[in-house]
C-alpha cells in the first residue's frame, strides 16, 4: 500500500495537548493513591480502642461503609482515566506514525496499523511498541535537531527509560503479591505509574515538536 500518497500531514498539537492533561489528572490520581495507602496502612497499625457500646458499634459500621463506598467509587474513577488515556494513547500513536510518510520519512519498518495492533496482541506488545516508539522519536527529528531530548537524555536513553518503567508498573503488582504486602504494592506500582507517565510526557512534546519543525522545513525549501 503506498502510504505516502495516502495519507496528508496531520498536526499532533491538539491531541498531544488533550493527552498531556489526561496524563497529568493520572498522575494526580496515582499521587492520591500513594497518599491514600500510606494513611490506610497507617490507620490499620494503630491498636483500636475495644468498646461494647452499641451506639459505638452502629457508628464504626457507617465509616466502614461510608469508606467502602468511597474507595469503590474512588477506583472506577482510576480505572476510567487510565483507560481513557490508553484509548486516546493508540490514537496518537496511530497519528504520529502516520505522519511520518508526508514527512518523507524513508525505509519505515511498521506501519501506522500495526503501531497500534502492536500494542495490543499480546507478547508481542511486551516489545514492539518500544520499537516503533523509537522509529516515531528519531524519524520525526530534522537534520538540525540535537541528538538528545530537552531533559538531557539520548532519543534511546528516553524511549527505554519509557518502556522499562512502564512495563515495570504493569507486572510489579503480579510479581510483588508473594513478596510484599498490597501496600507496599499500591505505592510502589502508583510511583512507577507516574514516573512513566512524566517520561512518556516528554515523549510526546518531542516527538510533537520535531515534526512540527520537520514539516516547516519541508514547506521553506
Known amino acids: 500500500m503506498n502510504y505516502y500518497a495516502q495519507y496528508p500531514y496531520d498536526s499532533l498539537t491538539k491531541i498531544t495537548k488533550f493527552l498531556s492533561i489526561l496524563l497529568y489528572v493520572g498522575i494526580c490520581f496515582s ?3 500513594v497518599t491514600l495507602s500510606i494513611s490506610s496502612n497507617n490507620t490499620t497499625m494503630k491498636d483500636p480502642k475495644i468498646t461494647f457500646e452499641p451506639e459505638n458499634s ?3 459500621t457507617d465509616k466502614n461503609i ?5 474507595f469503590r467509587l474512588y477506583g472506577g474513577l482510576y480505572s476510567l482515566i487510565y483507560l481513557l488515556i490508553a484509548v486516546i494513547f493508540l490514537y496518537w500513536f496511530f497519528r504520529s506514525y502516520k505522519n511520518l510518510y508526508p514527512l518523507n520519512v524513508q525505509g519505515l519498518k511498521f506501519s501506522p496499523i500495526k503501531a ?6 499480546p507478547v508481542i506488545n511486551l516489545w514492539k511498541p518500544y520499537f516503533i516508539m523509537k522509529e516515531v522519536l528519531l524519524s520525526s527529528k530534522a537534520s538540525s535537531d540535537p541528538s538528545s531530548s530537552k531533559i538531557g537524555m539520548s532519543d534511546i536513553q528516553l524511549v527505554k527509560g519509557w518502556w522499562i518503567i512502564f512495563l515495570s508498573a504493569i507486572f510489579f503488582p503480579i510479581i510483588s503479591t508473594t513478596i510484599f504486602s498490597e501496600y507496599i504494592s499500591n505505592i510502589v506500582t502508583n510511583i512507577l505509574l507516574v514516573l512513566a507517565s512524566i517520561l512518556l510526557l516528554f515523549l510526546l512534546k518531542e516527538i510533537t515538536s ?3 519543525k520537520r514539516f516547516n522545513n519541508m514547506n521553506l525549501t
Open 31 to 33: 499521587l492520591i493513591s
Open 58 to 60: 452502629i457508628k464504626k
Open 66 to 70: 461510608e469508606s467502602k463506598e468511597f
Open 116 to 121: 497500534v495492533a502492536f500494542c495490543i496482541i
Open 210 to 212: 520535531r515534526q512540527e
